[in-house]
C-alpha cells in the first residue's frame, strides 16, 4: 500500500543551524511528492513539491530530492530561522492503484520543528 | 485569487448532535477533498468531490458525509457527534492547471462535549 514514514520529533535547532527532517515513502510506481508545512492554530502550506525521480522541489530557502532508489524525499534548509518553527508534513499522491486511492494524499505524521534565537 | 475558505473557524458541540461544515475552493478549482487531523491519528482523508460527485472515500463511519454544490463549494456532515470526532477538520481544493497539487484552507477546529 501507500504510505510515508517521517523522522520523529520533536527537533529542536539554533537559529542558522542546518535542518534536515527524513522522510521515506512506500508506493507503486512514480508518486508526486510534497513537503507541507503548518504554522501554529493555521492549516497545511504548500512548501515544496516533486512529480517524478530526481526532481528538485525548493521554496524559501527549502530543499527536497526525490529519490527513487532510496525511495526518500528529506527535506533540507541550510540556514533555518526563528520563523521556520512550525510543523513540516511529508506526503505523497500516488500514481497508480484504483480510483479511490489516485485522488487523496497521504501524510507522514508530521515533525514539529523549533528554532531558537 | 483568494484560498480556499473555511467557516466556521470553530466549532463547539456535545455528543449526539450534528454539524455542517463549509468549504469554498479557489475559484476555477472542482475538486475539494476534506481530511480530518487529530494528534493520535494525524491527517486521515475522508472524501473528494469532483464536479458534484463523491469521487473518493477513506474508512469513516457513515455518520460523515459530505456534498458539493454546482458552484464547487462543499459542505460535510457529521451526524450523532462523538467525542472523538473533536479534530481539526482542514478542507483542500485543486484544479486549473494543476491537477497534482492540493491547496488547504486554514481548517475548522470543531470541540465535541
Known amino acids: 500500500g501507500n504510505s510515508v514514514t517521517q523522522m520523529e520529533g520533536p527537533v529542536t535547532l539554533s537559529e542558522e543551524a542546518f535542518l534536515t527532517i527524513n522522510c521515506t515513502y512506500t508506493a507503486t510506481g512514480y508518486p508526486s511528492l510534497f513537503w507541507y508545512v503548518q504554522y501554529p492554530g493555521e492549516g497545511l502550506q504548500l512548501l515544496l513539491k516533486a512529480t517524478k525521480a530526481d526532481d528538485k522541489g525548493s521554496n524559501k530557502g527549502f530543499e527536497a530530492t526525490y529519490r527513487k532508489e532510496t525511495t526518500s524525499f528529506h527535506l533540507e534548509k541550510g540556514s533555518v530561522q526563528v520563523s521556520d518553527s512550525a510543523v513540516y508534513f511529508c506526503?505523497?499522491?500516488?500514481?497508480?492503484?484504483?480510483?479511490?486511492?489516485?485522488?487523496?494524499?497521504?501524510f507522514g505524521r508530521g515533525t514539529q520543528l523549533t528554532v531558537w534565537p | 485569487k483568494a484560498g480556499v475558505t473555511q467557516t466556521p473557524r470553530y466549532l463547539i458541540k456535545t455528543r449526539g448532535q450534528q454539524v455542517t461544515l463549509s468549504c469554498s475552493p479557489i475559484s476555477g478549482h472542482r475538486s475539494v477533498s476534506w481530511y480530518q487531523q487529530t494528534p493520535g491519528q494525524g491527517l486521515q482523508f475522508l472524501f473528494e468531490?469532483?464536479?458534484?460527485?463523491?469521487?473518493n472515500k477513506g474508512n469513516f463511519p457513515g455518520r460523515f458525509s459530505g456534498r458539493q454544490f454546482s458552484n464547487s463549494r462543499s459542505e460535510m456532515n457529521v451526524s450523532t457527534l462523538e467525542l472523538g470526532d473533536s479534530a481539526l477538520y482542514l478542507c483542500?481544493?485543486?484544479?486549473?492547471?494543476?491537477?497534482?497539487?492540493?491547496?488547504f484552507g486554514p481548517g475548522t477546529r470543531l470541540t465535541v462535549l
Open positions: 506526503a505523497l499522491r500516488p500514481s497508480v492503484g484504483r480510483g479511490s486511492t489516485l485522488g487523496r494524499l497521504y
Open positions: 483542500a481544493s485543486k484544479g486549473g492547471g494543476d491537477t497534482d497539487t492540493q491547496y
Open positions: 468531490y469532483f464536479s458534484e460527485t463523491q469521487r
